[in-house]
């Protein structure tokens, strides 16, 4: 069983810039695809996007296409989400979250283990 923990969450303008971090403890990410999920208060939790941890493969939520990226360390058994060109919108708890399976879907379904959170908030 994998457990996973989020930082690098903050206040930001809008413009700017932050990078997510995603660290497993337990176990590796070795077989998982890891996706990146948000929730906005008062509304549902909205797929960011994922990567497949043995490829890197990458899928990505229209609204953030071109302006996130996701990506791993092998080494450090963490994964990233670079935010950049960031918007008001963007503003949520961000978290992420591990499924146990090499495929990319944006359904929290699919998704085994969550972390517990970091907040972003975008100032306009």
């Known amino acids: 069983q994998v457990q996973l923990v989020e930082s690098g969450g903050g206040l930001v303008q809008a413009g700017g810039s932050l990078r997510l971090s995603c660290a497993a403890s337990?176990?590796?990410?070795?077989?998982?695809?890891v996706g990146w999920f948000r929730q906005a208060p008062g509304k549902e939790r909205d797929f960011v996007a994922s990567?497949?941890?043995?490829?890197?493969?990458?899928y990505y939520a229209d609204s953030v296409e071109g302006r996130f990226t996701v990506s791993r360390d092998t080494a450090k058994n963490t994964i990233y989400l670079q935010m950049n060109n960031l918007k008001p919108e963007d503003t949520a708890v961000y978290y992420c979250a591990a499924d146990f399976a090499e495929r990319l879907t944006r359904s929290s379904y699919h998704y085994d283990y969550w972390g517990q959170g970091t907040q972003v908030t975008v100032s306009s």
């Open positions: 337990g176990s590796t990410f070795s077989g998982y695809t």
């Open positions: 990567i497949i941890w043995s490829v890197g493969g990458t």
